[in-house]
T-cell receptor
Framework: DAEITQSPRHKITETGRQVTLACHQT?????MFWYRQDLGHGLRLIHY???????NKGEVSDGYSVSRSNTEDLPLTLESAASSQTSVYFC????????????FGQGTRLTVV | DAKTTQPNSMESNEEEPVHLPCNHS???????IHWYRQLPSQGPEYVIH???SNVNNRMASLAIAEDRKSSTLILHRATLRDAAVYYC??????????FGPGTRLSVLP
């Protein structure tokens, strides 16, 4: 069965370190998204991609970057981790058609100390 | 603003129907309405979506107002496993999913 997986599921890192969170989907979807969710809040869009070599900023993109070199993967990089980036990160993918649903990963819980 | 408006929380008794409302008064004619839910410690999962007509699937029904400014997610018989945060989302021409705070549904045994 097709799926979307995130790794690692949990990570603790120190302030100032570079961190990369992986997202891999086997749906062959063009669209991929990264969200963050802070305790007690909804999901906020960080970056998104509509296809290979395409990346776009979301509402909370400062301090994050993504690259899309193939259809299956959209890694999220925190260039210099800050305590304010402690959060749960969710990756999602969908087909391009607005009438189709998105599939979400199980999330990565990141703690910056 | 692409976000929708939902009540912060709702309660239901087990095995009773639940009607979760959503207001999207600024919706355009080509935006789809999607509903997702998030169980504790899990990623969001798809529930249902629609454009103009009412929709049914094995999980729920979606009733969309004739003017499309509001919609209602209907769970026909709530179970304890339906306790979750439910998100109503407009899927815009730009194809993004913009989440609001959602409605936290509690199901009482």
């Amino acid at each position: 069965d097709a799926e979307i997986t995130q790794s690692p599921r949990h990570k603790i890192t120190e302030t100032g370190r570079q961190v990369t969170l992986a997202c891999h989907q086997t749906w062959n979807h063009n669209n991929m998204f990264w969200y963050r969710q802070d305790l007690g809040h909804g999901l906020r869009l960080i970056h998104y991609s509509y296809g290979v070599q395409d990346t776009n900023k979301g509402e909370v993109s400062d301090g994050y970057s993504v690259s899309r070199s193939n259809t299956e993967d959209l890694p999220l990089t925190l260039e210099s981790a800050a305590s304010s980036q402690t959060s749960v990160y969710f990756c999602a993918s969908s087909e391009s058609n607005r009438a189709t649903e998105a599939f979400f990963g199980q999330g990565t819980r990141l703690t910056v100390v | 603003d692409a976000k929708t408006t939902q009540p912060n929380s709702m309660e239901s008794n087990e095995e009773e129907p639940v009607h979760l409302p959503c207001n999207h008064s600024t919706i355009s004619g080509t935006d789809y309405i999607h509903w997702y839910r998030q169980l504790p410690s899990q990623g969001p999962e798809y529930v249902i979506h629609g454009l103009t007509s009412n929709v049914n699937n094995r999980m729920a029904s979606l009733a969309i107002a004739e003017d499309r400014k509001s919609s209602t997610l209907i769970l026909h018989r709530a179970t304890l496993r339906d306790a979750a945060v439910y998100y109503c989302i407009r899927r815009l021409w730009g194809q993004n999913f913009v989440f609001g705070p959602g409605t936290r549904l509690s199901v009482l045994p």
